[in-house]
């Protein structure tokens, strides 16, 4: 299993670095990003071209097994450990927002909500909120914690959230992502599959897109937007 650890290290590494470059090179991203179709494109290229890298690296092992694709050892213990995550990721949020902006920094969310636009905003949110937490979840707590489990059960649950975070390329924004990619790391090793990561991940970032929009301007037009964004995606 030595030259999976080392590929999945260098895949981590590498994209880590591209992300820093590119964060410290082209500075924030557009606040109009979701609202744009190119970005929900351009975010399904990527996490194709990422898993495909991760499956192959995978199948230089046993890929079912590293991936940790299985019924949890306990569904009841898996709910309760996350729920204790998202109360605690949020109460890390709201503790330094004050400090670090972490939110700020990423600069994703809009800053006025458009309604003409909320099809595209939807559509990308979907991408946010199923496809990156499945990518995601099996690149990290799947592929990255069963190989780094050599180093003992906490050394990995701590590596893997260093990675997680380094691999999205922020810094003020660096504490939260490694205490969540931690944390699912944790959910992992106590009840032995990617499945309950993948969906309390994906129930986190669809809280946070939620959240992002419901106070901004022109909240009376939220419904009618969501009526729009789902006649628009229906045909799909």
């Not at 990423?106 to 990308?124: F, L, M, R």
Request: hydrophobic share 55%; glycine share 10%.
């Amino acid at each position: 299993m030595r030259r999976p650890l080392v590929l999945w290290s260098g895949f981590v590494l590498a994209f880590a670095g591209l992300s820093y470059t590119l964060r410290f090179t082209e500075g924030k991203p557009p606040e109009d990003l979701l609202y744009k179709w190119s970005t929900v494109a351009g975010n399904l290229v990527q996490f194709a071209i990422i898993g495909a890298i991760v499956y192959a690296i995978a199948g230089l092992g046993q890929r079912r097994q590293l991936f940790a694709l299985r019924r949890p050892t306990s569904w009841p213990r898996a709910i309760g450990i996350g729920v204790g995550i998202v109360v605690g990721m949020f109460a890390l949020t709201f503790a330094l927002e004050s400090v670090l902006h972490p939110g700020r920094e990423q600069g994703v969310t809009p800053e006025t909500w458009q309604p003409d636009h909320a099809a595209a905003y939807v559509a990308n949110g979907l991408v946010i909120a199923v496809v990156a937490p499945f990518v995601e979840e099996l690149t990290f707590r799947g592929v990255g914690y069963s190989l780094l489990i050599r180093f003992g059960r906490w050394g990995a649950i701590l590596l893997v959230g260093v990675s997680f975070a380094l691999a999205h390329g922020l810094v003020q924004a660096f504490p939260f992502l490694a205490a969540f990619g931690a944390a699912l790391a944790y959910l992992r090793s106590r009840v032995d599959s990617v499945y309950p990561g993948m969906i309390v991940h994906g129930l986190f970032n669809a809280t946070a897109l939620t959240v992002a929009v419901v106070d901004k301007p022109q909240p009376a037009s939220i419904l009618s937007a969501c009526a729009a964004a789902w006649s628009a995606l229906s045909p799909f």
